[in-house]
């Protein structure tokens, strides 16, 4: 133990770092805490999986969520200590790949080298053959050529080896992963994922205001947003017999900068559109029916509102649940929220109240808007969430597709019947339309950690399924015949390479009878 | 035929799997004890019913899905099962001639089959949700499937008996070496080989003269050791190409290749563990028992990832069916 000095000088103590991140322990205990580092993040909840799931666990375990925030265990592979490991593996391989990669570059150039005592092999066998020394130690040439070996000769001899593709793909293996690792944090780096939410016959641009809720972009995003757009023609979703869904699309028209029709497109479930260098992809879908408040004759509010889905108790089918949406009128005095309900088929909800049993509504059929109306300041200056907590609560009501309704007096009439006084409060529905959530994303590192992924798979073949042999071949002269010596070993599947060295010595043996026979 | 009596066939044939499967093990471990030959020609014979059996399982519940059978949990269940004991009998019996452990695949697989039949993971053959029916479910599950099935033999079964079979040998030899007091030991042979004569990575470790002394009744270690690691490695890159074709298939459907949802996470633990297991075979130190420790920590991985994630923790690949 005495070979250790007590005080090291700055250059050991480097030395000795990079010898430990060298070590195959190192990187084995590293590829351990990765995993352990894993298992943390696929038991916690986490922040950008699942931020709703987060925020409950926080108020259900104030203490336990306090130190999981400040160990990163809500963002384990964003934490700083999962990037420490992640770095110190990629030093740890690249520490071990640059030499390993020079060995390999000079063991591919240099010749096989010559042994002196082939008898010391594990492998090894003695023939005498009737032939010249030069000639048999051309044949075996030749037969080790046939073989696939890399053969250097000497006068008397021959060195020769095989699978150096072993050494290549473990090689391509690793370098493989640093690339798919700087594929994907370039990519992600650069590149940013959002929501876009667009009603029926409406179109969206791709703009940093444009977006439905918070973009999630890389460290390096620059804000360079393209301006390509999209309008929605319709939305359609189709579900079999027994409620569980079958299809959902979006046929939309894609949109250049400067809102030109450059193609059209049906985005639907693992079907994206491509287009600007964004992927569209089907998100979600939802109604949004069009709203109208006046006061008498003036229009105060028009427009379609996407309602959102309530969250479904246990056992319940989503699609049985109502759907919620907000419409604030800031222009009444002293300011005036509605709260919605939606219940996409009037049918199913009658047949809800009789039985209680919640019946899934899987298309729109006399749609049935329930209302509630409060007045006060408008606090909340989100469109889709209404703080009632200093607002009064006034009328409740429900209207149908088409219909008005008076806010005062919730009475309603159809289209084109009642008059309502001039200074009265009326909310119409005249229709009902559907929305659909696009997911947008930019990853330009796609195509980088696909062609790593390919290397990965191709690298990771002939790494594990060939083996390094070598096998050397001296002739002595032995009165009218030569002695042939040849020795051999494998480095790896060496029962196999027993079998090889078998049939290799009686090609070889079998070579140079034939050349004898023949001349 | 109706989906139904296709779905009544692939049930009562899933039946007689099973009760071929279980005389096929029993006779197997027969074999096992009593080295009788009729007893494993026995087995061989009811493994094979069986497989027959299960195959017709597998394809009439896919006839009555209306779908590639593996689109739920049950049906990769059944698969997976089923290539456990294909494996066995190809690649253990076929390619390494050993005959005496094809009863603890079996079992494996009989484990797995009555895990599918008797918890909620038994559910009925339905048509395939919209994010799922895509022909990527042919090239990313069946990877999948192939790899686990492969890791469950590997790194699983062969890994258990090859520590039990190790650990037997120590005893033997630490009571061999105290009768007689200057044996040569086999595992000297290591140290007095030149270092470029090491065994590689896929070689197997423990003295073959040692373990050769006594039959003992399963097979020597050095030999169990290969096949595991035979069996790992062969299924290590088809699991890499699962979880490649996983991500490719993601970006299409998601949007994302990677986003660290569980079933990613842990089949990226796993992955892991495994590539550990890989590079410490070819670390000194770590050869022999440490590497099947590794190996078999993987598959306690192998299955969170496929038991835990499917049916307690919530994420995008909430595909079991279960609900």
Redesign the interface.
């Known amino acids: 133990m005495s070979s250790v000095p007590r005080h090291l000088t700055l250059r050991q103590s480097v030395a000795l770092v990079w010898r430990t991140l060298r070590s ?2 190192t ?2 205990a590293l ?2 805490l ?2 352990l580092g ?2 943390v ?3 916690v909840p ?1 922040i ?3 931020p709703d ?1 987060v925020a409950r666990f926080q108020a259900d375990h104030p203490l336990l969520g306090r130190f999981y925030q400040h160990a990163g265990f809500f963002d ?2 964003g934490s700083w200590w999962f990037v420490l490991i992640m770095a110190l593996l990629l030093v740890s391989l690249v520490a071990c790949l640059v030499p390993r990669t020079r060995a390999s570059i000079r063991n591919v150039r240099q010749k096989p080298l010559h042994a002196r005592e082939i008898d010391a092999f ?1 492998q090894y066998a003695e023939r005498t053959v009737r032939a010249e020394v030069p000639e048999a130690i051309a044949t075996s040439q030749r037969v080790l050529r046939r073989r696939m070996f890399r053969v250097s000769r000497a006068e008397d001899a021959l060195a020769a080896d095989k699978g150096a593709l072993r050494e290549l793909g473990s090689l391509v293996f690793h370098w493989a992963l640093l690339l798919l690792l700087i594929g ?1 944090v370039y990519g992600k780096g650069t590149g940013f ?1 959002g929501k876009a939410l667009v009603v029926e016959g409406e179109s969206w641009t791709d703009g940093a205001a444009n977006y439905d809720g918070t973009i999630r972009a890389g460290r390096f995003f620059d804000g360079d947003f393209t301006g390509v757009g999209l309008t929605l023609h319709s939305f359609e979703a189709t579900y ?1 017999a027994n409620g ?5 699309v979006s046929h939309v028209d894609l949109l250049d900068p400067g809102g030109t029709v450059a193609r059209s497109a049906d985005v ?5 559109a491509v287009f600007g260098g964004l ?1 569209f ?1 089907q998100f979600g879908f939802g109604y949004a029916p069009v709203i109208e408040i006046r006061e008498g004759d003036r229009l105060l509010y028009a427009g379609p509102v996407p309602f959102a889905h309530q969250a479904p108790p246990e056992g319940v089918p989503e699609l049985a649940l109502p759907w919620d949406g907000i419409v604030k009128v800031p222009s009444v005095t002293p300011g005036l929220g509605i709260q919605l309900t939606l219940w996409p088929d009037s049918g199913a909800f009658l047949q809800f109240q009789q039985t209680g049993e919640p019946v899934p509504m899987l298309r729109a059929d006399h749609p049935i808007l329930f209302f509630t109306t409060w007045k006060g300041p408008l606090v909340d200056p989100s469109p889709r969430s209404l703080d009632t907590s200093v607002m009064q609560e006034g009328r409740k009501g429900a209207l149908g597709e088409g219909q008005t309704c008076s806010l005062s007096t919730t009475k309603c009439w159809g289209p084109g019947e009642g008059t309502p006084e001039a200074d009265e409060l009326t909310i119409s529905f005249p229709s009902i339309r559907q929305y659909s959530i696009f ?1 947008v ?1 930019r ?1 330009r590192g ?1 195509p980088i ?2 062609l790593a ?1 390919i290397l ?2 191709l690298g ?2 002939p790494a ?2 060939t ?1 390094r042999r070598k096998v050397w071949v001296r002739a002595e002269p032995n009165g009218e015949g030569t002695v042939l010596k040849v020795g051999g ?6 029962p196999q390479f027993e079998e090889e060295f078998t049939k290799l010595i009686a090609e070889i043996e079998r070579a140079t009878t034939e050349r004898i026979g023949a001349s | 035929m109706t989906s139904l009596q296709w779905a009544r066939i692939s049930n009562d044939t899933f039946n007689a799997a099973i009760f071929a499967y279980l005389p096929a093990m029993l006779a197997s471990f027969a074999y096992l004890a009593y080295r009788r030959r009729p007893l494993l020609l026995v087995a061989r014979v009811a493994a094979v019913a069986g497989l027959g059996a299960h195959l017709v399982s597998i394809v009439t519940r896919g006839l009555a899905a209306g779908h590639v059978p593996w689109g739920t949990m049950f049906e990769y269940s059944s698969l997976l099962a089923f290539l456990v004991v294909l494996a066995a009998l190809v690649l253990v019996e076929g390619v390494y001639k050993v005959t005496t452990i094809t009863g603890f695949a079996i079992a494996f697989s009989v484990l797995t089959m009555a895990i599918a039949a008797t918890t909620r993971i038994n559910t009925p053959a ?2 395939l ?3 799922l ?2 022909y990527w479910i042919k090239i990313h599950v069946v990877a999948a499937i192939l790899g686990s099935s492969l890791f469950a033999l590997g790194g699983g079964v062969l890994t258990i008996l090859y520590l039990v079979k190790d650990g037997r040998e120590r005893r033997e030899t630490a009571a061999l070496a105290a009768e007689s007091p200057a044996p040569i030991l086999g595992a000297s042979l290591d140290l007095s080989d030149p270092p ?2 090491a ?5 197997a470790v423990g003295s073959l003269a040692q373990s050769s002394r006594r039959r003992g009744i399963l097979p020597p270690s050095a030999v169990i050791d290969r096949m595991a690691y035979r069996t790992i ?1 062969f299924a ?2 088809i699991w ?2 699962a979880v ?1 074709a996983g ?2 298939w993601a ?12 079933k990613e ?2 089949s ?2 796993t992955w ?2 495994y ?2 297991y ?3 075979r ?2 000194s ?2 050869r022999g028992r440490g590497a099947a420790v590794i190996a078999l920590v993987g598959f306690a ?1 192998l299955l969170v990832t496929y038991y835990v ?1 499917n049916l307690w ?3 995008l690949h909430t595909y079991a069916g279960t609900g």
Request: net charge positive; hydrophobic share 50%; charged share 15%.
């Open positions: 195959m322990r990187a084995l590829l351990f990765l995993a894993s298992v993040g696929s038991l986490q950008p999986n699942s799931r384990v592979f594990p994907s994922t079999r569980t869904p079958m299809d959902f639907r479930v693992n079907h994206p992927r992809f997911q994303s990853d796609v950690v696909l992924a990965v798979l990771l073949l594990l399924y083996s070993f494998a480095l790896q599947r060496k | 339905a048509p949700v919209p994010a029916d895509s470029h004569f065994p590689g990575a896929d070689e490695a290590f890159p890499t190409f490649i991500a490719i970006q299409q459907s998601w949007g994302r290749y990677w986003g660290w949802d569980p996470t842990w990226f633990i892991v563990i590539a550990g890989l590079h410490a070819a670390t130190g770590w991985s994630v923790i919530v994420g």
